[in-house]
């Protein structure tokens, strides 16, 4: 029983400590949680990305602050309300299919061509916030995303109806013509969306369709268009293959012809230089004739004066040998010349003789004797 008693004591001493500073703990505890509560309210942190922009606006004066740069902000949430706008590129997708873009069920754009028909057209816009505009943003959207379905969706649609309602339906085939329609209609959307500060990046003509019924008709159109498409390829194939054969013929004509006329410009000039050549010879042997002629005359000519110096000089000379020979010197001459013939006569004979004797004769030539001896 003794603890219990102590144990009561002790609790009896603590509860009259507590009444006696009762009201001072209150009140500071009481001022402590008060702090606290304001102290979350005014103080606040705002971190702001390198593809964000924040916005703070005093809720006293309504002063907008733009804050560009990112990092973290510290701010008073009882006078300010801070905010953050995306400045990535956006996508508005506007198509058939009811899982993709911002709204439940078909949301593709219903297009009346000039011819007439109804195309539904799969259509996204990809835009951005300008960061240099977010005053004229949050003045003329707000501060939320009104300027999603208050000026990109609804320009977007107006404008890309009257743009691609301009194409007739075959067009809707060519995607050079959509391309050119979607730039349009991107050029005409960003004259319109400047001004709040929103800046289109693409428009992207995706699928495009017809009714049923009509895609029929359009089908089997295409497939008789193919084959007269087809037919008309060949009949120009055709067409193209009789003019390479004519131009083929033609040319070997002129390369025949070509050939030909070298020929006979080769024959002319053969021609031509032989009779030439034969001209050159008949007068370089008429030159020759008449120099071997001259020449031969000059010989002739030389030849009959020897002949006739000749002549006159051995009439001379036996006029002279007939004036010798007459008197004493010219017996002496014949005489002289009498032995010389006889000196040169040669005798032979065989013994002879009418008697019945044998007689020996013998004839001894002198100047043979000479030489033996």
Request: proline content about 1%; hydrophobic content about 40%.
């Amino acid at each position: 029983m003794k603890p219990n008693i102590e144990s009561n004591v002790a609790r009896q001493r603590l509860l009259a400590v507590l009444q006696k500073f009762r009201g001072p703990v209150a009140l500071a505890l009481i001022a402590l949680v008060f702090l606290a509560v304001f102290f979350l309210l005014a103080f606040r942190v705002q971190r702001v990305s390198g593809t964000e922009v924040g916005v703070k606006i005093n809720n006293l004066t309504g002063d907008i602050t733009i804050i560009s740069d990112s990092g973290t902000n510290i701010y008073n949430g009882l006078v300010n309300t801070f905010y953050l706008l995306d400045l990535t590129v956006q996508r508005l997708e506007m198509t058939e299919n009811p899982t993709r873009g911002d709204r439940e069920g078909k949301d593709d754009l219903r297009i009346k061509t000039v011819d007439g028909s109804d195309v539904f057209l799969d259509l996204t816009i990809n835009y951005a916030i300008r960061r240099d505009m977010i005053e004229e943003v949050v003045a003329t959207s707000g501060l939320d995303d009104a300027y999603k379905y208050k000026w990109v969706r609804d320009y977007s649609r107006s404008v890309c109806r009257n743009v691609f309602g301009e194409m007739t339906t075959e067009e809707f085939y060519d995607a050079s013509v959509r391309n050119q329609k979607a730039q349009k209609g991107k050029e005409e959307l960003n004259r319109l969306l400047r001004p709040y500060g929103i800046e289109v990046a693409e428009v992207i003509a995706e699928k495009f369709r017809f009714h049923k019924e009509y895609e029929e008709r359009i089908r089997a159109k295409k497939l008789a268009d193919q084959e007269v498409e087809e037919q008309i390829s060949k009949a120009n194939a055709a067409r193209q293959n009789q003019i390479f054969r004519v131009v083929e013929a033609t040319k070997k004509k002129e390369v025949v012809l070509e050939t030909y006329e070298g020929e006979m410009r080769k024959l002319i000039v053969e021609a031509k230089a032989q009779a030439e050549k034969k001209v050159k010879d008949a007068e370089a042997y008429v030159i020759d004739t008449q120099l071997g002629a001259d020449a031969n005359y000059y010989q002739q000519d030389k030849n009959s004066q020897a002949i006739l110096l000749k002549a006159k000089s051995e009439g001379e000379a036996l006029t002279a040998l007939a004036n010798a020979f007459e008197g004493e010197g010219g017996k002496n001459l014949i005489k002289r010349a009498y032995a010389e013939k006889l000196s040169q006569m040669r005798f032979s004979g065989q013994p002879f003789s009418l008697e019945s004797s044998t007689e020996r004769l013998s004839h001894i030539d002198e100047s043979v004797a000479l030489q033996k001896k």
